[in-house]
């Protein structure tokens, strides 16, 4: 057997489960993703799962995507989701709280510290080759997981029809949730058409499943959790005036933010631009340069906006940092909510039947959606004006050979491609 397929037969085998960390190491990892999570949620899935699933063996492969299945078809940023999932899954709302929380506080204390710089100078700090080596390095990682993952998902041929048909679908513009319902749909069909093909294709657990013998955590209430959220709401509602507007726009902002955040960001940008007056269109564009810049989800330039806002209407950084804050809560609010209630009702799917096949489905077309984002982010960081940008395409290509055959650390890779980007504006 050749190296190639030897790596490619290790890769296909699921890792046994390693003992669960303790709060103390979680709490580490969780704030060190919170710091390199760059690259949308693609890349911040391949992330988790290389580190989770491939290295420490913290969550088996099943139960990973099992529940990144559940968490694309909930409104919100399903990477935060699922980082919020597996810190349940392993300290319960104490280790939920810390992982959500930590994947998204580096990301608002940069976005809020960039928008002071780019209210006082006008300028965003040049960041623009450390950038394109980040993508670059974003494009080999993702490259990666759309294998990886695909390899134990898309195991048959009716399973990587499907696949392949989503991605289809993908580019020619079908919208998001469309196809994650018809992913539903199509993996309780093929399930009764083809049980052949789609046999053990599910994600739910089994008897013989080594995650049964772990800890199992308990819910969280809903009426402790709608009160934890709705209070704080209708509190900044009382308060009205900006903070008030904010609170209620991203509080529904959040609850139809189905497709990620390339899907709702033009609704954020015509009503807060257009409608509340809150910032220009210039503005709008610089805020989403920063969230591309910077690790955690993109829909932080939620947290822009809520800064330029504050500044806008009232003049001074405080009120800025009070919208920031504002928008930040009511944007990850109900993601939190959602998971804490409905993490228990994940582990209580069967891995027969007809709701595992409908997630069964969600996951495969999941592989179409991932390299659909693939294309999306090599045509932006591989192709300029004259062509191909060469130094990325190597760049990419060394990360999804480090990513994928040498299975080299996340965070060195990410690191070695923004020093080259750094290293090419000096030349």
């Given at each position: 057997m050749s190296d190639a397929?030897?790596?490619?037969?290790?890769?296909?085998?699921?890792?046994?489960?390693?003992?669960?960390?303790?709060?103390?190491?979680?709490?580490?990892?969780?704030?060190?993703?919170?710091?390199?999570?760059?690259?949308?949620?693609?890349g911040q899935i391949a992330i988790m799962h290389d580190e989770l699933v491939e290295r420490r063996g913290w969550i088996r492969e099943r139960q990973f995507l099992h529940a990144l299945s559940f968490c694309f078809a909930l409104p919100g940023p399903e990477a935060q989701q699922l980082a919020t999932y597996v810190g349940w899954r392993m300290h319960g709302v104490r280790g939920a709280l810390t992982a959500g929380g930590l994947f998204v506080l580096p990301s608002f204390v940069l976005i809020c510290l960039l928008s002071f710089a780019y209210v006082e100078y006008g300028t965003v700090p040049e960041v623009a080759d450390v950038v394109r080596g980040l993508g670059a390095a974003v494009v080999g990682l993702v490259l990666a997981a759309v294998l990886r993952v695909g390899s134990r998902v898309a195991r048959t041929p009716l399973a990587i029809a499907l696949a392949i048909v989503s991605f289809a679908l993908l580019m020619l513009g079908v919208p998001f949730p469309v196809l994650i319902f018809g992913g539903a749909l199509a993996g309780i069909l093929l399930a009764r058409v083809r049980p052949e093909d789609f046999r053990?294709?599910?994600?739910?657990?089994?008897?013989?499943?080594?995650?049964?013998?772990?800890?199992?955590?308990?819910?969280?209430?809903?009426a402790r959790a709608l009160l934890v959220w709705l209070a704080p709401v209708v509190g900044l509602l009382l308060v009205g005036g900006v903070v008030g507007q904010l609170a209620g726009f991203f509080t529904v902002t959040a609850l139809v933010t189905f497709g990620g955040a390339y899907a709702v960001l033009p609704f954020v940008a015509d009503l807060a631009v257009n409608r509340f007056h809150w910032l220009s269109s210039g503005d709008m564009v610089a805020g989403l340069a920063l969230g591309e810049t910077t690790p955690g989800p993109l829909i932080m330039v939620n947290s822009f906006v809520g800064y330029l806002?504050?500044?806008?209407?009232?003049?001074?950084?405080?009120?800025?940092?009070?919208?920031?804050?504002?928008?930040?809560?009511?944007?990850?609010?109900?993601?939190?909510?959602?998971?804490?209630?409905?993490?228990p009702l994940v582990d209580r799917i069967p891995r027969e039947g007809p709701v595992a096949s409908a997630l069964a489905g969600i996951s495969i077309v999941v592989v179409g959606v991932i390299a659909g984002l693939a294309v999306f982010v090599g045509e932006h960081?591989?192709?300029?004006?004259?062509?191909?940008?060469?130094?990325a395409v190597l760049l990419a290509a060394a990360s999804f050979l480090a990513a994928w055959r040498y299975r080299i650390n996340v965070l060195f890779i990410i690191a070695g491609c923004a020093a080259a980007g750094l290293l090419s504006s000096l030349s």
């Open positions: 397929e030897r790596s490619s037969s290790e890769a296909a085998q699921p890792r046994p489960i390693s003992r669960l960390p303790t709060e103390r190491e979680a709490l580490g990892f969780w704030l060190k993703l919170g710091c390199i999570s760059f690259g949308g949620p693609a053990g294709l599910g994600h739910g657990e089994d008897p013989g499943d080594d995650l049964g013998s772990r800890p199992r955590q308990g819910g969280f209430r809903v806002a504050g500044w806008t209407t009232q003049g001074t950084h405080t009120w800025a940092l009070a919208g920031a804050a504002t928008a930040t809560f009511c944007t990850f609010a109900p993601s939190f909510v959602f998971i804490l209630v409905g993490a960081v591989l192709l300029v004006d004259n062509g191909f940008d060469w130094l």
